[in-house]
């Protein structure tokens, strides 16, 4: 464990110091923070490798995330409990040839409508890297193998075509593999998606007929159209200057988002114009924010440490302009003290 703190205290050294030198000197003061009932649900166990790296919300309410750290799949229950689905095999190597992190890690995180949770495994080993399914009552599988020289890292789903979209941070490629598994397909290496040096293409939403894309190191969101035949489109820069950008969610006004800012320790609003507004930071508890998603209007953001090394949470908060009771669908989470 000692080893492993180790490897990951200086992956994450070497990424805060990347993001930072990309930030702003004369950052303007943020603007006043739209969201409300601000608070840490979940507390996560940092020194056993717990740092929520990407968020799937379940229909019941519940949600599972990857520990990355761990290489750990998990639940979180509405009412506080945090069970362990599956432990991921160790590299025989302990996964120091995991592409620029230097340690075996889960990362993106979907459910599809059967119930199987699907994740991202990256180790830097050709036997484990790739697309793994845990379906309910089975061991976890790899059902699709990636490059090992690369880093598998945001994961999204388009139910209506069954394709999964991977997005590789370090080869600058988007992958799709149909939900049965199988050999990936390239679908973009666009230029858009690639690193300078640290982490590229990150998260990915499909939304509006179109793949988007964060890239950490560029600070940008990317839109790709989803063309005839699964085939790729031009990509378009719908935002820039956003350092340190990782995972995001639509929060169904259009295609305003919202955005997870890792090293800056923000989550920050973006419009459909491209500008944005910080509605989270420090102050409200943010340790990496690493993944967001919503349910309703409520927003759900992990929290990894990764360079902070504190305190991995679950924070929660709400979008204004709606009252608890209309929200019937939503299941508040209990802390989990």
Same mark, same amino acid.
């Given at each position: ?11 994450? @050294? ?11 000197? $004369? @950052?303007?003061?943020? @603007? ?15 020194? !056993? &490798? ?23 799949? !998990? ?17 025989? $190597? ?17 459910? /599809? ?10 180790? &830097? ?65 666009? =230029? ?24 950490? $190191? ?6 790709? =159209? ?7 489109? @031009? ?10 950008? %990782? $995972? ?24 459909? %114009?491209? +500008? ?12 990496? =924010? ?14 990894? /440490?990764? +360079?902070?090394?504190?305190? =991995?949470?679950?924070?929660? /908060? ?17 802390? %989990?003290?």
């Amino acid at each position: 464990m000692l080893k492993r703190s180790s490897l990951v205290a200086t992956a994450a @050294a070497t990424a805060a110091a990347a993001i930072a030198a990309a930030l702003p000197a $004369d @950052a303007a003061p943020a @603007a006043p923070k739209p969201l409300v009932h601000v608070r840490i649900t979940h507390h996560f166990d940092l020194a !056993a &490798g717990q740092m929520p790296e990407n968020i799937a919300l379940l229909p019941d309410g519940a949600a599972d995330v990857t520990f990355a750290g761990s290489r750990q799949i !998990a639940r979180i229950t509405p009412g506080g409990g945090t069970r362990i689905l599956a432990t991921l095999p160790a590299p025989a $190597d302990g996964g120091v040839r995991t592409p620029v992190l230097g340690f075996p890690l889960t990362t993106g995180i979907v459910q /599809a409508a059967d119930g199987s949770t699907y994740a991202l495994y990256a180790t &830097g080993t050709a036997d484990l890297t790739g697309l793994w399914r845990l379906a309910p009552g089975k061991a976890p599988e790899r059902i699709a193998a990636l490059p090992p020289n690369g880093l598998p890292n945001g994961l999204a789903l388009d139910p209506h075509s069954e394709q999964l979209y991977i997005t590789d941070s370090v080869l600058g490629t988007v992958w799709t593999v149909p939900l049965s598994g199988g050999r990936p397909t390239a679908w973009s290496a666009a =230029p858009e998606l690639a690193s300078t040096g640290f982490l590229g293409a990150n998260g990915a939403k499909v939304h509006d007929g179109a793949l988007w894309v964060t890239n950490l $190191d560029k600070g940008t969101l990317v839109r790709i =159209p989803i063309r005839h035949g699964n085939r790729a489109g @031009a990509p378009q820069v719908r935002a820039s200057g956003l350092a340190g950008i %990782d $995972d995001f969610a639509f929060t169904g006004r259009g295609n305003e988002v919202l955005a997870t800012l890792n090293a800056p320790n923000k989550v920050v609003l973006i419009r459909p %114009d491209g +500008t944005s507004t910080t509605v989270l930071d420090t102050d409200d508890g943010l340790q990496n =924010p690493t993944s967001v998603a919503l349910r309703g209007k409520e927003v759900y953001v992990l929290n990894a /440490a990764y +360079t902070t090394a504190e305190d =991995p949470n679950l924070l929660l /908060a709400r979008l204004p302009g709606q009252h608890r009771q209309d929200l019937s669908a939503d299941r508040e989470f209990t802390p %989990d003290e």
